[in-house]
């Protein structure tokens, strides 16, 4: 019995086993068949970062493109000939800069006369002082050491200012009366007399022999001797003479650059040398270019270095020696700042020690109200003062002349 009984649940339960199989079938094969899976793999962007100066917010969404949507070079791409560039064209070279305009200078001749105003302007108190103290009813000793203190301050010079005073007293006491016209030309008698009408102011520019004049410019530097130089270039120049410059000044920097600017202006040719070089050497260089030029006047500056007083001394004797072997020097003219007054003598004093001063030329003489220094520095050293500088213009350098002088330290008659 029992084993009937376990023979049939064993049927039951297979019969079980095999409907379940049989309705799970069925079910599988009545659902739709799945769309087979993509096989492009799915890329998700990174969130977007946040730009400089965005404030802190969610990632905003950005198109970006996938790996596949990048476009790689193709074969044919690749095969294609690269076309190289062509090579710029070299830069064309950079012209030469124009020489400067040879400039044409104004005539010397009354070249004082027209700078009279300028001079005038400065020199009033001098002339125009003396005239009212002149023109005073009784002329008694305080009067007459006003006149000595007015000629003094001016720089006159203490012997000159005596012997000036002298004869105005003695000439006014033999006149007797004294009108405002008969003062004035009296007091331009006197002054004129002081200044050496007789003196020849003739700057030498002429050799005796077959070379060109040489003329030699020496002086402290500050005085603007280079700047002098450069303007007796352009007198001579205008006075239709050729002119080669040496530029000896080699310790003071850029003054050969300075002389050979000026010297370009007209047209003059400028010998130079290294810095620090041999002022020498240069000088004589440029008087032997001025005579293989066939110039007319050779005009060298030199070096004022008056601190080492015996160094330049000995320099210049040398320059002087040096340039003698070609021949004389024809001028050597000292250029002397009118504003240093009695400091302008001593200067004077020093350089006529070493070498043969023949004129004076003196600079700033319209910046001053000191003109008696005229008097005073040809009574120092014997010889005429022969240029005088008026202003900062190229052709404010003027031949001196005693009477156009004086005529701007008095005024007009009328």
Request: hydrophobic share 40%; aromatic share 2%.
């Amino acid at each position: 019995m029992e084993l009937i009984l376990a023979v049939v649940i064993a049927v039951v339960v297979a019969v079980a086993v095999t409907g379940g199989l049989v309705i799970s079938g069925r079910k599988k094969k009545q659902l739709p068949p799945a769309e087979p899976p993509s096989t492009a793999p799915t890329i998700t962007a990174p969130p977007a970062e946040p730009h400089v100066g965005d404030e802190a917010e969610a990632p905003r969404d950005e198109s970006r493109r996938t790996v596949e949507e990048v476009g790689l070079p193709t074969a044919e791409a690749e095969a294609a000939p690269v076309t190289e560039e062509p090579e710029p064209e070299p830069a064309p070279e950079p012209e030469a800069p124009a020489a400067p305009a040879i400039e044409v200078p104004e005539p010397t001749a009354g070249r004082l006369v027209r700078l009279r105003a300028r001079l005038a302007r400065s020199q009033n108190s001098l002339g125009k002082g003396l005239l009212t103290l002149l023109s005073r009813e009784h002329l008694d000793e305080d009067t007459w050491e006003e006149i000595e203190e007015t000629l003094l301050t001016a720089d006159v010079g203490v012997a000159p200012t005596q012997e000036l005073v002298d004869r105005l007293r003695e000439r006014v006491k033999v006149l007797g009366t004294r009108t405002p016209d008969e003062l004035r030309g009296l007091l331009r008698e006197e002054l004129v007399a002081l200044l050496g009408p007789e003196l020849d102011r003739t700057v030498k520019t002429e050799s005796p022999e077959d070379v060109p004049g040489v003329v030699m410019v020496v002086g402290v530097n500050g005085t603007g001797k280079t700047t002098t130089t450069g303007k007796l270039a352009r007198v001579l120049v205008a006075d239709g003479k050729s002119v080669v410059l040496g530029a000896a000044d080699t310790f003071r920097a850029a003054a050969a650059d300075q002389l050979q600017t000026w010297g370009e202006r007209v047209g003059a040719r400028t010998v130079r040398g290294p810095e620090g070089g041999d002022p020498a050497s240069i000088a004589y260089d440029a008087v032997k270019e001025g005579i293989a030029e066939k110039a007319d006047v050779v005009l060298i500056d030199t070096a004022g270095r008056l601190h080492t007083k015996t160094g330049l001394m000995d320099e210049l004797g040398k320059v002087k020696r040096v340039v003698e072997k070609h021949g004389p020097l024809d001028e050597i003219l000292l250029v002397l700042d009118a504003t240093t007054g009695q400091n302008g003598l001593i200067q004077a004093r020093v350089f006529a020690e070493v070498v043969d001063i023949t004129g004076i030329v003196l600079t700033k003489l319209d910046g001053t109200a000191k003109g008696g220094i005229v008097i005073a520095v040809q009574r120092e050293l014997g010889v005429p003062v022969k240029l005088i500088g008026l202003g900062e213009g190229p052709d404010d350098l003027a031949p001196f002349e005693p009477g156009a002088f004086v005529d701007a330290l008095i005024g007009d008659a009328s």
